[in-house]
């Protein structure tokens, strides 16, 4: 069973998907971490990623996924997994993947992005973000958490969401 916090760059995805990895001492992995050089080159230059430029990345994070899973391991990730095919990437890892959606208004996600110190994300390509962003379908496993809430809110309804999904792993 694993668990990847999704959503567009500021939406906290990596706050809450720490929180509950820590509390539950799950293994974590940060899919920003992943991005080779280039990547990062072009998203702080300002330019978005394309299908082509994420899908040797999200193949990486499905390796990193189906590793654990061959363990018997569930796992957290914190990934921005913002279309269906990529969503669909990750689960070629393994097949229990669940996606908890961090969403809410541009304006608020906004605002914590321009907050931020030091990320390598201007808050400029959060536009692209949002327009490629497609929300989970009926058919995926996952759920959709209001970023308007606090954190604390977050904190601790993500960690009800996966200890009530977690299923103790197969010996
Ligand atoms: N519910 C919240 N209330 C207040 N601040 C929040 C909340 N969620 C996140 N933040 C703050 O917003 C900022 C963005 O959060 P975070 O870095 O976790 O987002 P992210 O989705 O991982 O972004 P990226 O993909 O760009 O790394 C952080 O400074 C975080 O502390
Ligand atoms: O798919 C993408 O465009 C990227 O993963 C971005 O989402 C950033 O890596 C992240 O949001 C910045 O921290």
């Known amino acids: 069973m694993h668990f990847v916090f999704m959503g567009v760059s500021g939406s906290g995805k990596t706050t809450v998907a720490e929180h509950v990895a820590e509390r539950l001492e799950l293994p974590f992995a940060e899919a920003d971490v992943f991005h080779p050089e280039a990547n990062i080159r072009k998203m702080s230059a300002g330019t ?17 996924i189906g590793e654990h899973d061959a363990l018997g391991e569930t796992t957290v990730m914190a990934c921005s997994a913002l279309k269906r095919e990529y969503r669909d990437l990750l689960r070629e890892g393994a097949p229990d993947v669940h996606f908890l959606h961090m969403h809410g208004p541009a304006e608020v996600i906004w605002e914590r ?25 009926p058919d995926e496993a996952g759920q959709e958490f209001d970023v308007r809430a606090d954190l604390e809110t977050l904190n601790s309804g993500a960690l009800l969401y996966v200890e009530d999904h977690i299923r103790p792993a197969v010996p």
Do not use: G, N, V, Y
């Open 48 to 64: 978005p990623l394309t299908d082509e430029d994420r899908r040797p990345w999200l193949r990486e994070l499905a390796s990193w």
């Open 113 to 137: 992005i321009e907050a931020r110190p030091d990320h390598f994300m201007p808050p400029a390509l959060l536009r692209s973000q949002l327009e490629t962003l497609e929300r989970l379908d």
